[in-house]
């Protein structure tokens, strides 16, 4: 079955526009890098993207690979606490540690010897894409859907054919063309269809961030030969804990009308609370009515889950709130299972 890609090759402006879906993630690109003696970043960006090379040969140009972080999310985080981010912190935010999606770091970066692509092909689009706007090409990769397997950050929506082409550790969209030809019919949407190797003839078309071909044919091809990629290290993932709420543990005299909110220590995976939160009356004197009905509000600027009733709490009734298992962070650790109890007043 196919994977998600262990490293995404992409370009400085993609990474600025969506930090949240490279956060975390190994990454290649080729950029320009300026050093001064204090720091190393990525040169002429909207945003600073700053370097903290785990080994440099010297080289001022070639592919440059690391690990890709927004700093405003990190900052409680104890896998970087042998980081000193203090001279990039005072050159871009007087020594305050920035908000989210302000400035950004690769971590343990190298640059690696590889001169430009000669031929034009997925993994070279994904990196120069500017080089090959409006060129006519032809390009081979592994259909992967409508971006099932998350290669790129965000949709396309200019055709209901959109399907993403990708190869090694770079993906394109494709547009305006159906994947159908003699003796294949594949259906974007379905993941039973994803992993053939198609070739593909169109347009390329850059607007800012996003690239993609303008299909014009599409025909089934054999996979070919393909050197196999080292194995790329990836930091283990962030395990998310509760550590705030309100109303607080064994609270008494909490308002029937009350709002509850609890704070992650993590960015958390929204979708994953869908099904996984139970809330009930409980205690000996526990009524013999429904469960309270509500609704669930994951708002990612604080980290916090916001919990309303559709109505009143019983009065002097004791409620726990279950989070259970399978409730994740972005980055894939797993809550463990938790809950809160607390009594409400008259």
């Given at each position: 079955?196919?994977?998600?890609?262990s490293r995404?090759a992409t370009?400085?402006?993609?990474?600025?526009t969506s930090?949240?879906f490279?956060h975390?993630?190994q990454?290649?690109?080729?950029h320009a890098?300026a050093?001064t003696?204090?720091?190393?970043?990525?040169?002429g960006t909207?945003k600073?993207v700053?370097?903290?090379?785990r080994e440099?040969?010297g080289?001022s140009?070639?592919e440059?690979?690391?690990?890709?972080w927004?700093?405003?999310?990190?900052?409680?985080?104890?896998?970087?606490?042998?980081?000193d981010?203090?001279?990039?912190l005072?050159e871009?935010?007087?020594?305050?540690?920035p908000?989210?999606?302000?400035?950004?770091?690769?971590?343990?970066?190298t640059i690696?010897?590889?001169?430009?692509p000669?031929a034009?092909?997925?993994r070279?689009?994904?990196?120069?894409?500017?080089?090959?706007?409006?060129?006519?090409?032809?390009?081979n990769g592994?259909?992967?859907?409508?971006?099932l397997y998350?290669?790129?950050?965000?949709g396309l929506g200019k055709s209901r054919?959109?399907f993403v082409?990708?190869?090694?550790d770079?993906a394109?969209?494709v547009s305006?063309?159906?994947?159908?030809?003699?003796?294949?019919?594949l259906?974007?949407?379905?993941?039973?269809?994803?992993?053939?190797?198609?070739?593909v003839t169109?347009t390329?078309h850059v607007?800012?961030?996003?690239?993609?071909i303008a299909?014009?044919?599409?025909?089934?091809m054999?996979a070919p030969t393909?050197?196999?990629e080292?194995?790329?290290?990836?930091?283990p993932?962030?395990?998310?804990?509760?550590?705030?709420?309100?109303?607080?543990?064994?609270?008494t005299?909490?308002?029937i009308?009350a709002?509850?909110?609890v704070?992650?220590?993590?960015d958390?995976d929204a979708?994953?609370?869908h099904?996984r939160v139970?809330?009930?009356?409980?205690?000996?004197s526990a009524?013999?009515?429904p469960?309270?009905?509500?609704?669930?509000?994951y708002?990612?600027a604080?980290?916090?889950l916001?919990?309303?009733?559709?109505?009143?709490?019983?009065?002097?009734?004791?409620?726990?709130?279950?989070?259970?298992e399978?409730i994740?962070?972005?980055?894939?650790?797993?809550l463990?299972p938790?809950s809160l109890?607390?009594?409400t007043?008259g």
């Open positions: 079955m196919a994977q998600p890609p995404f370009t400085a402006e993609a990474l600025i930090p949240l490279f975390g993630k990454v290649v690109l080729r890098v050093t003696p204090k720091v190393t970043r990525l040169e909207a600073p700053y370097i903290f090379w440099r040969s080289r140009d070639g440059i690979r690391g690990e890709f927004d700093l405003g999310r990190i900052q409680d985080d104890s896998r970087f606490s042998t980081i981010f203090t001279p990039i005072e871009a935010s007087n020594g305050r540690w908000g989210r999606d302000q400035v950004f770091v690769l971590i343990g970066a690696v010897d590889a001169p430009p000669a034009p092909s997925v070279a689009l994904s990196l120069m894409p500017q080089q090959y706007d409006t060129r006519h090409l032809t390009l592994r259909f992967r859907g409508r971006n998350g290669d790129l950050p965000q054919w959109d082409l990708q190869s090694a770079g394109v969209w305006g063309l159906r994947p159908r030809g003699r003796d294949f019919d259906d974007p949407a379905a993941r039973v269809d994803t992993g053939r190797w198609l070739e169109g390329v607007e800012g961030p996003t690239v993609w299909g014009e044919s599409v025909r089934q054999a393909e050197p196999v080292v194995p790329v290290p990836v930091t993932a962030p395990i998310p804990t509760v550590i705030f709420t309100a109303p607080v543990q064994d609270d005299d909490v308002s009308n709002v509850v909110r704070q992650f220590s993590w958390m979708k994953s609370f099904d139970r809330i009930h009356y409980s205690g000996r009524p013999t009515v469960p309270p009905t509500y609704t669930l509000n708002q990612d604080t980290r916090s916001e919990i309303k009733f559709k109505g009143p709490l019983e009065r002097f009734q004791m409620i726990t709130i279950e989070l259970q399978g994740v962070a972005a980055g894939g650790g797993h463990a938790w109890t607390f009594t007043g």
